[in-house]
């Protein structure tokens, strides 16, 4: 069955700098591959959606790249702030019906 | 307008008793969605309703739990005899979707604790 793996459970930033996180996945590529955002209490927020033939997805701060050779997804928040601090979700979406998987996702913390 | 919305948002029950989860989803919303958080671990999906369709059930962990839709709109997670391993967050999410790559909008989740 398929496998995603987030990097790592929690990722510890300067305010300021670029956070990179990782969405590894086994086996073959999906179709879509989503990023949400979830707050403490609350459900996950959809933020950007990468297809298998595009390369990068840009909106505002965040970018997310997809690289089927190496069968990974990376999430990129430039110049974060304390109020990016959440945990980020992959999700993957392969095709038909068949439900979105997702990661167990990793938390990030930016310190001022 | 309105987001997806649940209730209740925290939920103790004791081992054994069952319990009903409610999810209102945005209006015009046809897709459907329930899933459980548990600590530490990814969404997991429980099951899927799209418009008249059958719903897919395929992620229903035993038969302890069953969901319906009434009239395309308002759904209803049951779980029959809970038992401790149930604790966990349930979130309901809608789309407009007529498939699983469109944007699903979720509630804040309904949090369950069997004691």
């Known amino acids: 069955s398929q496998k995603i793996e987030q990097n790592s459970e929690a990722l510890n930033i300067q305010e300021g700098k670029t956070a990179t996180l990782t969405c590894n996945y086994t086996?073959?590529?999906?179709?879509?591959l989503q990023w949400y955002r979830q707050d403490p209490g609350r459900g996950p927020v959809f933020l950007l959606l990468?297809?298998?033939?595009?390369e990068e997805k840009r909106k505002e701060r965040l970018k997310v790249t997809f690289d089927t050779t190496l069968k990974q997804s990376l999430f990129h928040i430039t110049a974060s702030q304390p109020a990016d601090s959440a945990t980020y979700l992959c999700?993957?979406?392969?095709?038909?019906?068949?439900?979105?998987?997702f990661g167990k996702g990793t938390r990030l913390s930016v310190i001022a | 307008g309105a987001g997806v919305s649940q209730s209740p948002s925290n939920k103790v029950t004791e081992k054994g008793k069952d319990v009903e989860l409610r999810c209102d989803p945005i209006?015009?919303?046809?897709?459907l969605y329930w899933y459980r958080q548990s600590l530490g671990q990814g969404l997991e999906f429980l099951i899927y309703?799209?418009?008249?369709?059958?719903?897919?059930k395929s992620g229903l962990p035993s038969d302890r739990f069953s969901a319906e839709r009434t009239g395309g709109s308002v759904s209803t997670l049951t779980i029959q005899r809970t038992q401790q391993e149930d604790s966990a967050v349930y979130l309901c999410?809608?789309?407009?979707?007529?498939?699983?790559?469109?944007?699903?909008?979720f509630g804040p989740g309904t949090r369950l604790t069997v004691l």
């Open positions: 309703f799209q418009g008249n369709s059958a719903p897919d």
């Open positions: 990468i297809r298998e033939n595009e």
């Open positions: 209006s015009g919303h046809t897709a």
């Open positions: 999700a993957l979406y392969y095709s038909g019906n068949t439900p979105l998987v």
């Open positions: 086996n073959y590529s999906p179709a879509y």
């Open positions: 999410a809608s789309s407009l979707a007529r498939s699983w790559a469109d944007t699903q909008y």
